[in-house]
């Protein structure tokens, strides 16, 4: 009779089944490889044994780096993290020694959770909220905060290909209104950079354009109309007169492409400079803070880091990768960063460049480097592809990539830069 009532509430009232554990493990892992973002890992490990077990083995994963913590300043912890454009506006020489150690702070208790779930052996896992002050995300106390650099976060990642580490912000400060992005691939060194500047940029110019015609045609159709009717040829009006020009005008220097006198003695030419040698001076840093991570996870095959302001990208693929790992980098004396080669480097400039979506590049600058010994020793049709211009013109999303292929059409100029 005992038995029959056992049978009985067992089919009312069955056992609970997890349906995750009906999912294979292969599932699971292009689910996780999908989410990326190493945050939401940490989270994930919380839920059961098998996630932790799973998410180690992760190959695709994305680190966002929400504040930058100087070596020199213990206090500044809570002044990066209060004041997101402190950083922005520092130089990139400050910014470069402060990226030295990259702290991830909104990690918080999910990487804690989650370093302790793949290393049980340490603290038990019951123990880690206490790590924290507050009841919520919203408000813990930032001074109790044990912040991690995203060489220990990696470190507990086993089979990762794919890394993008994203910085907060740029480490060059630009004034408001003015374009400045650059990319660099790297191995050992540098191997090519390429930036586009400008002085101004203008979006939706055809636009603003066609109102500003719309708003003055009552202002020419009469005047146009009595011209008709007094019988004269309306050629020789004054609108029509200064329209030609301009349209000449524009021509002419379209077809020229030469930089203009002025871009030598009002400081355009200086300013070129100090981007090109600024965006150069980041890059190497990026690169060199690197070098542990690549060193320690030997399964990579793409790397990028990135800032969240889209302003400068470091890439390195498999070869690259391999090669720093066979050939050490050289760094620079003066600071924590990859030695820059001797340069060989073209210039395209435009003081007006209009692309197809109506935006507009006032003062449009864009700089190809490559290092003078790789040009060199490259063979002549290496030599022929990097002539041409196309690795220039990918270098960059839209509607910049579009502005690079456009800039490079016009007349080159060459020039030289030394190891720094």
Known sequence: MGSIRADLSTKIFPEPVDHFDRLPDSLLLLVFNKIGDVKALGRCCLVSRRFHTLVPQVENVVVRVDCVISDDDPSSSSSSGNSPTSSSSSSAADKSRSFLRLFLSSLLKPIQSFTQFINPNKRPMSSISHDYAGN????????????????????NFNEISFLRIELPSGELGIDDGVLLKWRADFGSTLDNCVILGASSII????????????????????????????????????????????????????????????????????????????????????HYLLQPIIAEHKTLDSLVLTDADGQGVLCMNKEQLEELRVKPLSASSASKRTLVPALNMRLWY???????????????????????????LAPKKDVAAAADGSWVGAAFEEPYGTAARMLVKRRTYCLEMNSF
């Open 136 to 155: 919520g995300d919203d408000d813990f106390d930032h001074s109790s905060v044990t912040h991690h650099s995203p060489t220990q976060v990696l470190k």
């Open 203 to 286: 979006k939706n110019y055809k636009s603003s354009t066609c109102d500003d015609q719309i708003s003055n045609c009552n202002n020419i159709v009469e005047p146009v109309r009595a011209h008709e009717n007094n019988g004269n040829d309306n050629s020789n009006h004054p609108a029509n007169t200064d329209h030609s020009n301009s349209n000449n005008s524009n021509s002419n220097e379209s077809d020229n492409g030469s930089i203009p006198e002025s871009f030598y003695t009002n400081g355009g030419l200086k300013l070129r400079v100090v981007w090109t040698i600024s965006s150069l001076i980041a890059a190497s840093a990026r």
């Open 350 to 376: 435009a003081p007006h460049l209009e692309l197809p979506d109506g935006t507009v590049l006032k003062g449009a600058t864009l700089v190809a480097i490559r290092p003078s010994e790789q040009q060199q």
